[in-house]
């Protein structure tokens, strides 16, 4: 039988980040200042919209089915997080691919759909997606816990860098539209929101009220649940990808929340409850059951 790591009950912290802290109350002249602030995002992200022509944004919109079902407000706001993305966030095409604007929204919407109700400071500290047209291997440098260097050479489909870029296969992408709980980019960006704390280990930084010993139990019974069914040869009702580490079940549970939350919340209610809490969101209430 494989050997899987466990959930852990505290999140790696590198110094100088708390996780699960909201910031205190603000004074009035705080206040004041958060008004502005919103004001001037709201100039800047109307500006950012209409940088793109109403026709790329439906053509990217119809697309993407995991966004049915979203009201107005939401679908302003994701619209707004996905112009604001690209004006951040740098989309660097390798190997001859050549995306159109359609294309490059529908890379943003997807990106953006995780923190519709978190914002784009969660994804401070990096600025560039890198799409290649198949999959591809990286070819570089890794370090064991041993300490032991080697050259890794998998192919891959995405990756996600800690404190580097997104890298994803444009293939991929374009197979990860339809709601079958396989989405490259909300995979490739669910690490990116662990890393917010260290390694991709499944353990995010958590929101005030958010319990840590609860979300290593959830999702560690969950994950233990699906590696068991893989070493048994089962069939697994999310991608059996996420028996590798806590830090892919997170992935994968991701990609299923957003895309076939039905089947996520049946399998693994108490894993589907803290990512609704997480992200601030419940699929199952705005998509129909596939």
Request: hydrophobic share 40%.
């Amino acid at each position: 039988m494989a050997h899987h790591e466990t959930f852990l009950a505290r999140p790696s912290v590198p110094s100088g980040i708390v996780p699960g802290r909201d910031p205190p109350p603000p004074t009035a002249a705080g206040a004041v200042i958060q008004q502005l602030a919103r004001w001037w995002h709201n100039r800047g992200a109307t500006k950012a919209v209409a940088r793109y022509p109403e026709a790329a944004w439906e053509h990217a919109w119809g697309g993407l089915p995991l966004l049915g079902g979203l009201d107005p407000t939401q679908a302003g706001e994701l619209r707004a997080l996905a112009a604001l993305f690209l004006e951040r966030k740098a989309i660097e095409e390798v190997k001859g691919v050549r995306l159109s604007v359609p294309e490059r929204l529908t890379i943003a919407l997807q990106a953006c759909l995780p923190i519709l109700n978190l914002g784009l400071g969660w994804y401070r500290g990096w600025y560039a997606i890198i799409v290649y047209p198949q999959e591809f291997v990286p070819e570089r440098e890794r370090v064991d816990a041993d300490g032991v260097v080697w050259i890794e050479s998998e192919v891959k489909s995405g990756e996600a860098w800690e404190q580097g870029p997104v890298i994803l296969s444009w293939a991929d992408v374009e197979s990860g539209t339809e709601r079958d709980g396989y989405n490259v980019v909300i995979h490739e960006l669910a690490h990116k929101l662990d890393m917010r704390n260290g390694d991709a280990n499944g353990h995010p930084p958590l929101h005030a009220g958010m319990s840590d010993a609860a979300w290593a139990r959830d999702l560690g019974t969950a994950y233990a649940d699906l590696s068991r069914r893989v070493d048994r040869g089962e069939e697994t009702p999310i991608d059996p990808y996420g028996a590798e580490s806590p830090g892919e079940f997170f992935a994968v549970c991701s990609e299923t929340f957003f895309e076939l939350p039905h089947l996520l919340r049946e399998e693994y209610p108490g894993a589907y409850a803290q990512l609704a809490t997480f992200y601030r969101q419940d699929p199952a209430q705005r998509l129909e059951p596939i």
